[in-house]
C-alpha cells in the first residue's frame, strides 16, 4: 500500500530509524537533516554513517538541508530533535508547513524553565489545536528498530481519529502501534523513564545487581505514577508501553544512551567529561531538572528526579545519590 508524504525533522538516531519504519509502511518519507553531508550520504549512499552505520536506507526514503522542501506537500511532521531545541527549530520551520499539518513528537524531554512537554510547545509555536498534535513512544530503541526487531509502541493525540490515522501511517511488519488519547501520559512517561534510566545507570556504573536496579526502576515507576496521576496522566498509560515498557527497555539496554551517561557518572566522570565524549542527546540529563521543578510545582515527592539533577549537577556523587535513596524516612510502599 502506498501513502502520502511525510516530513521527518530530525537525522539523529530516532529521526533515521523511524524514517524506516515509515517508508516500511508505505509513506514516501523526506528527512530534513541539519548538516548538508548528512543529508547527501542518505541520498547518494543509502545509509546515515554518523547515527545508524551499516543500515541500509529503503528507497521511499530521502534527504535535504532545505526546510521548505522537506515541509512541501507534507500531510504529517515528525519532529526528532532534541527536545531543548524544538522550540527555536519550530520557529524556523513552522512558516513552511502545510496549512493542515499533523505534527508528531518523537521526543522525550520537557522544556527547561517553562516545563513545557513537547506536545505544549509544539501548540504555542505552530498555533495548531491539539487534534493536529500527536505523540508516539514506547520501547524503541532505535538500533533494534532498525534492524526490524518486533516492537510495539503509543500513538497519542487528544483526537482519536487522528490517533488512527497515524496509526495506520506508521503500521509496519515489525512495528506495532497502539492508540491513545492520554498524551501527557506519554509524554512524562518518555521524559521519566530517562531520568530513571539515569539512576538505574548509575548503580550499574558503582558495581551494584539486579536487586539496586529492579528497586529503582520500580520506585521509578512508583515516581512517574504519583506526578503522572496529580497532572492527569491514566495510570494505565504509565503501566503501559510508554510507561513500564520504555522504562524497562532504556533501564536494562547497554544500547540506551542515557543508561550510558548514568553508567559514566557512576564510574565517576563527569557531566562535562560524558557531553564531550558523544555527539548523541541523553534527554535525561536535562529533564531531571525540570520533572523536579514540575513535582515541586505539583507538590509531590519526586526523590529520583532530585537526586539525579543533583548528580548531573555535580553537587552529589552517584555514592552519596545512592545512600540518599536508602537513608530517606521510611513510609508505606503505595504512599
Ligand atoms: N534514539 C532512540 O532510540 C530514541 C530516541 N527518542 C527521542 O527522540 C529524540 C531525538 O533523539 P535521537 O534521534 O536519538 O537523538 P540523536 O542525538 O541521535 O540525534 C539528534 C538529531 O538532532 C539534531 N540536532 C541536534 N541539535 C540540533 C539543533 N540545535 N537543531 C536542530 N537539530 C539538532 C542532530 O543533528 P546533528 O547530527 O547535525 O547534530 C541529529 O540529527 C529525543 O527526544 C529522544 O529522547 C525516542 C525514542 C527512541
Ligand atoms: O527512548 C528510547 C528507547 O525507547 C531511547 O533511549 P535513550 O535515549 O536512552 O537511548
Not at 509502541?153 to 492520554?182: I, K, N, W
Not at 509524554?187 to 536496579?213: C, Q, S
Request: charged share 20%; net charge negative.
Amino acid at each position: 500500500m502506498s501513502h502520502g508524504k511525510i516530513a521527518v525533522f530530525g537525522a539523529g538516531s530516532w529521526g533515521t530509524a523511524f524514517s524506516i519504519v515509515l517508508a516500511d509502511g508505505g509513506n514516501e518519507v523526506t528527512m530534513w537533516a541539519r548538516r548538508e553531508e548528512v543529508a547527501a550520504a542518505i541520498n547518494d549512499g543509502r545509509e546515515n554513517p554518523d547515527y545508524l552505520p551499516g543500515v541500509e536506507l529503503p528507497p521511499r526514503v530521502s534527504a535535504t538541508h532545505d526546510v521548505e522542501k522537506a515541509l512541501h506537500g507534507a500531510d504529517i511532521v515528525v519532529l526528532a530533535t532534541p527536545s531543548q531545541t524544538l522550540r527555536g527549530n519550530l520557529e524556523e520551520w513552522a512558516p513552511f508547513a502545510e496549512r493542515d499539518a499533523v505534527f508528531v513528537s518523537l521526543m522525550k524531554g520537557v522544556e527547561l524553565g517553562t516545563l513545557n512537554r513537547m506536545s505544549e510547545v509544539i501548540h504555542q509555536v505552530t498555533g495548531a489545536e491539539p487534534d493536529r498534535i500527536a505523540v508516539i513512544s514506547g520501547p524503541n530503541l532505535a538500533k533494534e528498530i532498525a534492524r526490524r526487531e518486533p516492537a510495539a509502541s503509543v500513538v497519542a493525540c487528544e483526537d482519536e481519529s487522528v490517533a488512527r490515522m497515524l496509526q495506520d501511517r506508521c503500521h509496519s511488519p515489525a512495528f506495532r502501534p497502539y492508540t491513545s488519547v492520554d498524551v501527557l501520559g506519554c509524554e512524562l512517561g518518555g521524559a521519566y523513564k530517562n531520568v530513571v534510566g539515569l539512576a538505574v545507570g548509575m548503580a550499574v556504573g558503582l558495581g551494584f545487581g539486579d536487586n539496586t536496579t529492579a528497586s529503582v526502576i520500580t520506585r521509578g515507576l512508583a515516581e512517574t505514577a504519583r506526578l503522572g496521576m496529580k497532572l492527569g496522566a491514566n495510570p494505565l498509560t504509565l503501566m503501559g508501553l510508554a510507561g513500564l515498557g520504555d522504562l524497562v527497555a532504556t533501564c536494562s539496554s547497554p544500547l540506551s544512551r542515557n543508561r550510558t551517561f548514568g553508567e559514566k557518572l557512576g564510574q565517576g566522570l563527569s557531566t562535562e567529561e560524558i557531553y564531550a565524549s558523544t555527539r548523541q542527546v541523553a534527554e535525561g540529563a536535562k529533564s531531571c531538572s525540570s520533572l523536579r521543578a514540575l513535582g515541586e510545582q505539583a507538590g509531590v515527592d519526586v526523590p529520583i528526579a532530585e537526586s539525579v539533577d543533583e548528580v548531573v549537577a555535580g553537587r552529589l556523587t552517584a555514592t552519596e545519590c545512592m545512600d540518599g535513596f536508602l537513608r530517606r524516612d521510611t513510609k508505606a510502599e503505595t504512599d
